[in-house]
């Protein structure tokens, strides 16, 4: 029921073995999915080609979505290599440390233009570039966070950012779908990894979401992977335009 053999997938967001992207891909992987997973630069290539290698992914090339022409490269290495594409994971976020850590109100012109780009309009120009190649339908997935719904302290800016990635993931869902394209967030609780330890006290974060989960469990990033592969099969046809929390329960707690 939940074979993604025969399926292939690009993995656009694994920075190292701690971030949501390799959960999922290794999830959909020990599915039977073929991968394509990307690097940011040099310095991050030497902690994702190895990853990347163990699960055997035949494609591993460079992705800066702020680099005119690299992602639509990657959309080309593709198409040449397999001809069609399935499964697209978006798990990347962004924004400049100063406008990070400031007011909401406070946010430059720049920064909220760079962190709406690289963590929103970077999934609209996936999904463009994806649509052709999933000519039998596919699943697209991107990865949400609490802050899009409740002022959450510290998160700052990238609450609204979240909102915006959230309302574009039901919109191309409505545009998509008759195409046989489904789209989904993901939308995990508070997890320790690289582009979390940009956020301030993100300790009391986790604290706070381990405490108050009714599981008492943080979600890990397997859990996160193994409810993608569950979205990337066929078993979820049916499911998309949503936002799905994978967080022990933790958005139900007021
Ligand atoms: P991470 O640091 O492991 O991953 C962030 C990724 O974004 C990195 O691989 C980085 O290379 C990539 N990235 C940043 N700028 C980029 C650019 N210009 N071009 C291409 N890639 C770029 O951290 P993570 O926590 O795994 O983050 C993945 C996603 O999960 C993000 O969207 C994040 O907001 C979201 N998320 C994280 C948590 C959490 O608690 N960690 C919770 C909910 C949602």
Request: aromatic share 6%.
């Amino acid at each position: 029921m939940f074979s993604l053999t025969n399926k292939t997938a690009l993995i656009v967001g694994v920075a190292n073995d701690q971030s949501v992207a390799w959960g999922c891909a290794k999830a959909l992987a020990a599915q039977g999915a073929t991968l394509a997973m990307t690097y940011l630069n040099d310095k991050a290539k030497a902690h994702v080609r190895p990853l990347a290698q163990d699960i055997g992914a035949e494609l591993i090339l460079p992705l800066d979505v702020s680099i005119p022409g690299q992602l639509e490269s990657v959309f080309d290495q593709i198409d040449t290599h397999w001809g069609k594409l399935d499964i697209l994971l978006h798990s990347i976020a962004f924004c400049p440390k100063g406008d990070l850590h400031g007011r909401v109100i406070d946010t430059s012109a720049d920064g909220f233009a760079m962190a709406m780009d690289i963590s929103v309009h970077s999934f609209l120009r996936m999904l463009c570039l994806a649509e052709p190649l999933m000519k039998n339908g596919g699943t697209c997935m991107t990865v949400s966070f609490y802050g899009s719904e409740k002022v959450v302290e510290h998160y700052n800016i990238m609450g609204p950012v979240k909102a915006a990635l959230e309302s574009v993931t039901r919109y191309a869902a409505a545009e998509l779908g008759p195409k046989g394209i489904r789209v989904n967030a993901l939308f995990p609780g508070p997890l320790s990894t690289r582009a979390a330890s940009g956020i301030d006290h993100f300790d009391q974060l986790l604290a706070h979401a381990a405490s108050h989960a009714p599981t008492g469990m943080l979600a890990t990033i397997d859990d996160v992977g193994a409810y993608a592969a569950f979205l990337a099969s066929d078993a979820a046809r049916n499911v998309t335009g949503t936002v799905h929390p994978i967080d022990g329960g933790y958005q139900i707690i007021g």
